[in-house]
């Protein structure tokens, strides 16, 4: 196909992207005249550029949408008629546009009917201006003015334009409106536009051409035929001309690159990643140091050309949420509800071939939140609503991934029509429902062709969806979690990887053949020959019992149907990989786990390609090939499709439900029992080797990141060892001390309940876990040694009321909070708390728990300020998500935090005790809102 | 975007492969096929395999083959003969089909061989149906009777992707 008209293409695809979502904006914000120039401008471009390639059908139905934008831009009252009539024009040309593409060639036929509407609509807004005629004219420059200044903003570099632009726009005041209505003037503009992109165009093919060795002739031509027609450009509108400045200015920091190169590229690097590692593989053993320092800068740089690559394929999420509003728009005309759209982090960046991916199941969970969510503007009135709706979708970078969220404040998911469904649908009984809590029977909704919608509309409700867009999701690696208030709206978390292209992984061994197993869906690894956990038979099919979790489980061996190897001489070590796929939990025995590697996966070739097991293949740096596992397709074959949804929560359930389990690292400290330490408090875990341990002043220290870290035994029994030590790193406030243990035996996801009080110091006191006691460490007891009393800030002695009822936390942010000057009171019910505050205790502030097991954190804080407390509140939860910020806010609050964002929680406190008495300020602080 | 020279070049000599000579004259077990120059990108020893659990039985594996993975395909499993071992070592003729990269396992790979339109001889009826459909035409060269390989057929895998 012709270049110029590839290009074209291209320019006027995004164009017309961006011009449907500002029409859109515009008739929300009809007084925003910038925007409107803006919109004028694309379409008028496009229509130029038809003009110059001869694309006479775009040209004619762009020349109408053209017109009737032109008469919004003149002030014109953009009606819902006008509007759809633009987006009709808008989604034709995009037609168009496909078509050509496709083809090569403008399709056949025309546009008629299309044009008469544009025309009707033409014909509507100049008559209804023609009776405030006046009111119209007034309001012209104002109009040209407000387009003005954004121009002559964007060119401060570039004065001459700037003033070109702005002369015109002095003396076009008057007549630009009949100027533009001539069809004379018209048509001159188009020419000019036409000649102007042909200059440029010119210019741009001289430029290649005259590295032959030919002179630029033509492109000095160009230049004066390009000029003159310029000269009369007191009509032109001036914003034309910034329009094609700021063309230039793009120009020079991007350019298009062909996706295929791109591709090209990528998959070049992921080779030469390969080849890397293969090198490394080879020289590892040998000692040959001419070839080590090359290798090691080789390998720095093809990391650092991966992640510029990788940098290069990622696109922001904008491209998705660009077609929102105009979908929300629709739909909200279509449903008869008011609806606005918020959209929040548009400029999050996603690998591109996952932007894609995506587009499908965002969509309709955006278009389920407007459709089912969303009540009719009456009902929300009735209840307190804003008669507007407020579906909001928020896009943030998180730990390596990407969470996309769509919420919306409509009635929330309806817990009993989704019981009735389940039931109706055979999958649940109704004394399995009884046992679900809320999430669990929320979750039966991503069941396939569940719908609780009592009629089909053509928006959403067909009954497909919520499996499909679950699916799709999982299939990208990702995974989509959902809450619901009844009243107050339903929220949908997708949590997306930022690229496929590479994935960590497991190495797994079954039958003496390798295989990847994707680390996303890798609960954990259980060993099978301890006793502990024995896989049993019950009707025939295998189970492992874990914990409380009953879950299917299958040898990989048997479900690939691998024979086994020759040499086998006697029943190997089994492990069980424990997985999840959604809502299934299962199990899998292996081997052995060989290695755990980042693999570039590569799709399987055509003629493998059906085989479910698998999701592609790598080359791992020995150079052997290994497959990919799918692990959907493993769970399949293990005949789990219709399971029932409840096997999973046992697994999943802690952190869905958040906080109940907490992740706990398990290690060997002194003689006693083995001790545990909330994963979250620990920074690092550092290998050191004695010698990097030294003594000072009867503390021992080490270099850590370029400074020296206090190190203190975990027990006293704990001494540094000849050779590697195993040091956790904790930072409680950015200051890190190192706390020196034996070893680490494992790291669990446990429920963790303090029964019995430590008198030791250190010990926050013994639990159960797994039917051993374990002592939870009070890492308060460590900062202390580390950090002496006299050296905290003494300014602040502030007394805090901290109120929360899971002792772990009570003890931990206690010791964190002393540890920075504050005198912290502790209370372990809200009973307690109101108590104390009934004997006159004075404090500066309160920490409260938003869930204690008496009384809501909320209803806590209005008790106390009705008892008389004056002091700033402050809500803690083990994440401070949107809600709990609201709840806060509703019930007075100062602010609402995370309780393991230490940083955040120091500073709101600091910010409230600081400013005392003023516990109601507007501005409440909002810390950790992301989380 | 337009502008593909490689492309042209390639079909270019496509066509006048296709329309002459140069074939690859391969062995396997008793059997003698050509083998069009054109179709071959390389000809190698494997290393290891990685068997394909599920896969079609024709094919043994994946194999690495400089960095890029091919999909190792037995030629004496596909015609049906007695299964050579197929371990690391094995002659591979390295053949891009379909945009997916294959590695055919021969026996042997012999000198190339000049056909022109006048060897062209009409099949022989009584081949069998299994066997006949990886021939795409037959000549007689220098007395004796020269299949060629099919290629579409041989890397065509519908059937037994069940």
Known sequence: ?931 | MSYEPSKVIRETIQTAGNALDGYFSIKVAGDTFGLPVTQVQTIFRIGSVTPAPGGPSDIVGLVNLRGKIVTAVSLRRRLGLEPEAGGPGSLAIGIEHHKEAFALLVDEVGDVLTLTADNAIAPPPHIGRRRAKFASGYNRVGGQILPLLNVDAVFDFSEEKS
Do not use: W
């Open chain 1, 1 to 931: 196909m012709d270049e110029m008209l590839m290009e074209f293409l291209a320019e006027s695809a995004e164009q017309i992207e961006a011009a449907s979502a500002q029409i859109v904006e515009f008739e929300r914000n009809p007084e925003d005249a910038a925007l409107i120039s803006s919109i004028f401008r694309l379409v008028h471009t496009i229509k130029g550029t038809c003009g110059f390639l001869g694309l006479e059908r775009l040209q004619r139905l762009t020349h109408h949408a053209e017109s009737l934008i032109g008469c919004l831009r003149e002030g014109a009252t953009a009606t819902p008629d006008v509007v759809s009539a633009i987006l009709t024009a808008v989604d034709q040309v995009k037609v168009l546009l496909g078509d050509l593409e496709e083809a090569g060639h403008e399709p056949e036929g025309d546009d008629i009917e299309l044009i008469a509407l544009l025309e009707r609509q033409v014909a509507v807004c100049q008559g209804a201006e023609s009776a405030p005629a006046e009111a119209a004219v007034e309001s012209a420059p104002e109009v040209v003015a407000a387009a003005e200044e954004p121009a002559v903003e964007a060119h401060e570099p570039e004065p001459v334009v700037a003033e070109a632009a702005d002369e015109p726009a002095a003396s076009a005041e008057t007549t630009l409106e009949e100027k533009l209505s001539n069809p004379q003037t018209q048509e001159s503009l188009d020419a000019l536009v036409a000649s102007l992109r042909a200059a440029k165009l010119d210019v741009r093919r001289e430029a290649a051409k005259s590295t032959q060795g030919k002179p630029s002739e033509p492109a000095a031509s160009a230049a004066p035929a390009a000029a003159k027609p310029a000269a009369p450009a007191d009509a032109h509108p001036p914003a034309h001309k910034a329009e094609s400045g700021e063309g230039r200015a793009k120009g020079a920091d991007t350019i298009r690159i062909n996706l295929n190169t791109l591709e090209r590229i990528m998959n070049l690097v992921s080779e030469l990643v390969l080849t890397r590692n293969q090198l490394i593989e080879l020289t590892r053993h040998k000692e040959d140091e001419t070839l080590k320092s090359p290798l090691q800068r080789l390998s720095t740089m093809t990391t650092d050309l991966q992640d510029a690559v990788m940098r290069a394929r990622m696109q922001p999420v904008e491209r998705v949420f660009s077609n929102l509003p105009r979908m929300i728009r629709d739909l909200a005309h279509d449903l008869g509800k008011k609806i606005n759209l918020v959209t929040e982090g548009a400029d999050t960046e996603l690998d591109r071939q996952l932007i894609d991916l995506i587009r499908d199941p965002l969509t309709h969970l955006v278009r389920n939140c407007a459709d089912h969510g969303i009540e009719m503007p009456e009902d929300r009135v009735r209840v307190g609503k804003p008669a507007a709706g407020t579906v909001r979708v928020s896009a943030a970078h998180e730990a390596g991934q990407i969470t996309i969220e769509i919420a919306d404040d409509g009635r929330g998911l309806d817990i009993t029509k989704i019981k009735g469904k389940a039931i109706q649908s055979g999958l649940a009984t109704p004394q399995q429902l009884e046992r679900m809590n809320d999430e669990e029977i929320y979750r039966f909704i991503f069941a396939a062709g569940f719908s609780t919608a009592e009629k089909v509309t053509n928006v959403s409700g067909r009954g497909v969806g919520m499996d499909v867009v679950r699916e799709n999701i999982q299939t990208i690696g990702g995974s989509v979690a959902l809450s619901s208030t009844p009243g107050k709206g339903a929220k949908f978390s997708l949590k997306i990887p930022l690229t496929l292209a590479i994935a960590p992984a497991l190495i797994v061994e079954a039958s003496g053949q390798r295989f990847a197993l994707p680390q996303h869906s890798v609960v954990e690894a259980v060993g099978l020959n301890g006793g502990e956990h024995k896989i049993e038979l019950v009707q025939g099919s295998k189970i492992l019992q874990l914990r409380e979790a009953v879950l299917p489980i299958g040898s990989l061996a048997e479900l690939l149907h691998l024979a086994p190897p020759a040499n086998r001489v006697e029943e190997a070590e089994q492990l069980a990989v424990i997985m999840r796929v959604g809502a299934h939990a299962f199990g899998i025995t292996v081997d052995a786990v060989v290695d755990v590697q980042e693999i570039v996966v590569k799709p399987m070739g055509g003629s493998l390609s059906h085989l479910s097991s698998f999701s592609g293949h790598t080359i791992l740096g020995d150079g052997s090939v290994v497959l990919i596992l799918d692990p959907n397709g493993v769970c399949q074959s293990l005949g789990l499709e219709q399971s029932r949804e409840g096997a999973a929560s046992n697994v999943e359930g802690g952190a869905l439900r958040g906080g109940d389990r907490t992740r706990l690292v398990y290690f060997r400290a002194g003689s006693g029992v083995d001790k545990v330490l909330p994963l979250s408090n620990i920074a690092r875990i550092e290998t050191v080797h004695s010698d990097k341990i030294e003594m000072s002043n009867g503390m021992m220290l080490m270099q850590h990141q370029g400074r020296l870290m206090p190190i203190v035994a975990a027990a006293p029994e704990v001494m540094v060892k000849e050779g590697d030590n195993t040091v956790f790193v904790i930072s409680p406030d950015g200051e890190s001390f190192g706390l020196l243990i034996d070893a680490i035996v494992d790291i669990i996801e446990e429920k963790l309940d303090v029964e019995i009080a430590g008198d030791q110091p250190g010990i926050v006191g013994a639990a159960e876990i797994n039917g051993k006691v374990v002592e939870l460490l009070d890492i308060g007891h460590f900062v202390d040694i580390v950090r002496p009393q006299e050296e905290r800030p003494k300014d602040r002695k502030s007394r805090l009321l901290l109120v929360d009822d899971a002792a772990f936390f009570r003890d931990m942010l206690a010791a964190t909070l002393q540890a920075h000057g504050f005198e912290v009171v502790k209370c372990g019910s809200g009973g307690q708390a109101l108590s104390t505050i009934a004997q006159g205790g004075a404090f500066d502030a309160a920490l409260i728990d938003v869930e204690l097991p008496d009384l809501v954190g909320f209803e806590l804080a209005e008790k106390l300020r009705e008892g008389g407390a004056q002091f700033p509140m402050i809500a803690i939860a083990p994440y401070a998500t949107r809600e709990i910020l609201r709840g806060a806010t509703a019930a007075g609050m100062a602010g609402a935090v995370g309780k393991f964002q230490r940083t955040q929680m120091l500073d709101l406190i600091r910010a409230c005790v600081e400013q005392p008495g003023d516990g109601n300020q507007d501005d409440a602080f909002f810390a950790g809102a992301a989380a």
